[in-house]
């Protein structure tokens, strides 16, 4: 992009008004703002939890608050809860929790219902169902130590290591991700904190806690998926102080995993669902062996874009959680599909499922209590790989390899004492409902009737016929929901009579993934391209008309570094993809160099003066560049996650033309030819053509 070379006469224009104008200073101040609000964000986000001054183990602090749920904004409380990291040492330190209590919208108020949220290593603190529960009762949510709270266990060494595996279940990503675990652990042990405090039969003593302060004489509690773990603990250990239970999608003890022949075993009732659905059979006679036939020979590349096989498959596994358009683009017929159109020699679905768990899986879960939680169940996954693991699924172990980290995480990650009593279904007598879906894939319905309905003296069990995961049962028939739970926890008597069968419409409902690739593709595709004429319809409109008036010129300062700072990045990550498939979609490098190098040019562009002397011109070109690297670099970690790339594009937008303005102030560049602004100021001007390119006389 040269401009050297030029028959356009090199003149300094007239000196008139240098220093800090009117025009400059508003730039100034537009810079400052966005400066500040994007320090604000990098220093932002929740506040931090902390134990309240003089509080000792088991105070609760409520004061008056709101909740937002589906039906909208409900009363409710909010506070702290202080108890120990430890309960097993006299000595402990004391952390705090998180509690809400949405209060009941009726006078006449029943027990409480306690909400236990899945996971592992997610919040317990956003239940927006939990307007489907307040006629009659309170609805509590107590955070869970490790995630919620003043002591959190983020693993970022766990997060590194998954965002730089080119294959999850590669057998080097898996080795450094259990190598992760195990340096967190470490990490934080030598921080302080008491390991063995984060267990679940310690945090079913914080849920106790709460109802023994807030002096409720019994409760019911409302669980699902991995909470149901917490709520079959809290059962055995306080039955006494427990109404009802509901729980959702059972996890039993020794489930924190996929066995590959239940998984297949699935499959086959989608292989039958498949053959009777005419859009199905359309496309395969035998669902199944197709599917198999497609495991047997994965395509490892969608045109030149790289497809992990190991991503795809457990990618696949989630992604059949969920039966209803409701988990839409993440739901069973939407992945079979994907399944299917491989099948035909259309593997853009594949690279979708591969690309997504790239962005989804490492920052998935708070890995430090998805450990600690999971490793109640290390004993069985232990005896499981030295069993062999899978015996040649369709799916295989990718899944299960991810979660445990290939059977390394049940060494890695110390194990709470506190798990020893807990690891066999226990006799319960507590009045206790099982809901399941019978194409839940996550935690199929036969292990919570063969495992642990016999445990239960006063248990019964729905079967939702065509259903999946906890996604399912909320979003599908709420309220068939709704009067399910409540007559239970009010009479106990249970009433499914309102669900009516869910038929799997294999028909994709939206965009199927193998669409969403292509228009994701062509997007990026699309705005790279548009970033690459921009620069060029800059530079050669620089170069043969000399420079952008003021107007002009303000705005593609403003405007611009969006467009090059996307396009430049998509076009890094088109290159980086195929040929360093184990960069980092969010590497700092990749995004800083690239970002930071075409909004630079961009802002130097629109400031350049063919009639400046050259070298005055190669110092603009390097303040541009320069200071839009370092804003970029700056701004990179202000925020987490793929949201940083828009605090990168601001960081270099500000810094690169906070560097021309200073370089304007301290040459007194005339104020009258320069284009400093942040926002334009009057009507958009007529762009000056040749014959005005001489200074005034």
């Keep these: 992009m040269s401009d050297v070379d030029s028959p356009i006469e090199t003149r300094p224009p007239r000196t008139a008004r ?5 025009r400059r200073l508003i730039a100034l101040t537009v810079i400052a703002v966005l400066g500040i609000g994007l320090l604000v964000l990098s220093l932002g986000g929740e506040s931090e939890m902390s134990v309240p001054e003089g509080a000792v183990a088991g105070d609760l602090i409520l004061d008056p608050c709101t909740y937002d749920t589906e039906d909208g904004v409900l009363a409710a409380e909010c506070g702290t809860l202080v108890v120990p ?141 991995v909470g149901t773990r917490t709520a079959m603990i809290y059962a055995w250990r306080y039955p006494e102080s427990l109404h009802r239970s509901v729980l959702i999608a059972v996890n039993p003890p020794g489930h924190f995993m996929w066995y590959p022949d239940t998984t297949d075993d699935q499959l086959a009732m989608y292989g039958e669902l498949c053959a009777a659905d005419p859009v199905c059979r359309d496309r395969t006679d035998d669902l199944v062996a197709s599917m198999r036939d497609t495991s047997a020979d994965m395509p490892d590349r969608w045109l030149w874009l790289p497809i992990q096989e190991g991503n795809v498959k457990a990618g696949s596994l989630w992604g059949l959680f969920e039966t209803t358009d409701d988990a839409a683009p993440l739901y069973a017929p ?59 699924s369709i799916l295989g172990n990718a899944a299960t390899d991810f979660s445990w980290a290939g ?65 399912d049962f909320w979003a599908y028939q709420p309220n068939a929901t709704e009067d399910l739970l409540m007559t239970f926890f009010d009479s106990g008597q249970v009433d499914d009579s309102a669900f009516v069968p869910q038929v799997v419409d294999f028909e994709v409902d939206g965009p199927s993934h193998a669409t969403m690739a292509k228009v994701l593709l062509g997007v990026f595709i699309g705005v790279a391209f548009l970033a690459g004429v921009l620069l060029f319809w800059m530079w050669r409109r620089v170069r043969s008309v000399g420079r952008f008036g003021p107007n ?7 405007l611009a570094p969006l467009a090059l700072g996307l396009g430049a990045w998509f076009a890094a990550l088109l290159i980086v993809m195929p040929l360093w498939p184990a960069t980092p979609l969010d590497s700092a490098p990749v995004a800083v160099f690239s970002m930071g190098l075409a909004i630079g040019v961009g802002l130097y562009l629109a400031w350049a003066d063919r009639r400046v002397e050259v070298n005055d011109r190669r110092l603009g070109l390097a303040a541009a560049v320069g200071g839009a690297l370092i804003g970029a670099w700056l701004s990179f970690s202000a925020v987490p996650g793929l949201v940083a790339v828009i605090a990168t594009i601001l960081g270099a937008a500000l810094a690169g033309n906070l560097a021309l303005i200073v370089l304007d102030i301290v040459s007194g560049r005339n104020d009258e030819t320069d284009s400093t602004t942040m926002i334009d100021l009057t009507e958009a001007e007529v762009d000056t053509p040749h014959a005005e390119l001489a200074p005034h006389p």
Excluded at 18 to 22: A, Q
Excluded at 87 to 106: E, F, G, K, Q, Y
Excluded at 148 to 171: H, N
Excluded at 552 to 558: F, I, K, P, T
Aim: hydrophobic letters at 40%; glycine letters at 10%; aromatic letters at 10%.
């Design 18 to 22: 240098g220093g800090v104008t009117r």
């Design 85 to 225: 990291e430890n309960r097993a040492d006299s000595a402990s330190r004391l952390i705090a929790l998180p509690v809400t209590r949405i209060l009941s919208t009726s006078s006449d108020t029943a027990e409480p219902i306690f909400h236990l949220e899945g996971g592992p290593g997610i919040t317990n603190m956003e239940f927006p169902g939990a307007s489907r529960l307040t006629d009659g009762h309170d609805v509590v949510l107590v955070g869970y130590r490790g995630v919620d709270g003043s002591s959190v266990l983020d693993c970022p060494e766990v997060e590194a290591s998954v965002k730089s595996a080119t294959d999850v279940t590669d057998t080097d990503a898996l080795d450094s991700m259990a190598a992760a675990f195990s340096d967190c652990a470490t990490r934080l042990v030598d921080e302080g904190v008491d390991l063995d405090g984060y267990s679940l039969p310690q945090r079913v003593d914080d849920f106790e806690a709460v109802r023994t302060a807030l002096g409720y004489e019994r409760i019911n509690l409302q669980s699902e998926s």
């Design 334 to 392: 939407s992945t079979l599909d994907s399944w299917l159109s491989a099948a035909d020699g259309d593997a853009s679905g594949f690279w979708l499922l591969s690309f997504v768990a790239d962005v989804a899986f490492p920052e998935a879960f708070v890995w430090g209590e998805y450990a600690a939680t999971g490793i109640l169940d290390a004993e069985v996954i232990t005896a499981y790989y030295a069993a062999g693991g899978d015996p040649g």
């Design 407 to 471: 059977g390394g995480l049940s060494t890695a990650w110390p194990a709470s004492p506190d798990y020893d009593e807990y690891r066999q279904v226990q006799p319960s007598d507590v009045e206790s409902l099982i809901v399941s879906g019978t194409l839940d894939f996550s935690t199929p319905s036969r292990f919570a009737t063969e495992e642990f309905l016999p445990s239960l003296s006063n248990g019964q069990q729905v079967l939702l016929e065509g259903f999946g995961h906890t996604d």
């Design 552 to 558: 002009g010129s303000a705005w593609l300062r403003s």
